[in-house]
């Protein structure tokens, strides 16, 4: 299983990105897939998650209502549209999974992380 992430990049407070992972020798039927970001001396937060098989999403409350995650099924890409961003945004972004048939979000103990994309949002 790779998890490969792209997307990351420098956006002004207010603007948008997206992430892509994409992910090999996997599919996203019965796994949840999710996103975690990491800034040196602070703890990791588990930023949002899908479970593709009833569609159920975890936001964490500090992008609720302004990050979006989707899946496309086919290519076995996940997304993580980023809008209205924020300095404190600015973060590694990780794709993971903790590769348990039928687990759900949030998850628990990622099994399988991505390299990372980094995002930078400046004020």
């Known amino acids: 299983v790779q998890l490969v992430e792209s997307g990351g990049g420098l956006v002004q407070a207010g603007g948008s990105l997206r992430l892509s992972c994409a992910a090999s020798?996997?599919?996203?039927?019965?796994?949840?897939i999710g996103w975690f970001r990491e800034v040196p001396g602070k703890e990791r937060e588990q930023v949002s998650c899908?479970?593709?098989?009833?569609?159920?999403?975890y936001y964490a409350n500090s992008v609720q209502g302004r990050f979006t995650i989707s899946t496309d099924n086919a290519k076995n890409i996940v997304y993580l549209q980023m809008n209205s961003l924020k300095p404190e945004d600015t973060a590694e972004y990780y794709c993971?999974?903790?590769?348990?048939?039928?687990?759900?979000?949030?998850?628990?103990?990622?099994?399988?992380w991505g390299q990372g994309t980094h995002v930078t949002v400046s004020s």
């Open positions: 020798e996997f599919t996203f039927d019965d796994y949840n």
């Open positions: 993971a999974t903790n590769l348990v048939p039928g687990s759900k979000c949030p998850i628990d103990d990622p099994a399988r």
């Open positions: 899908i479970y593709s098989t009833d569609g159920s999403t």
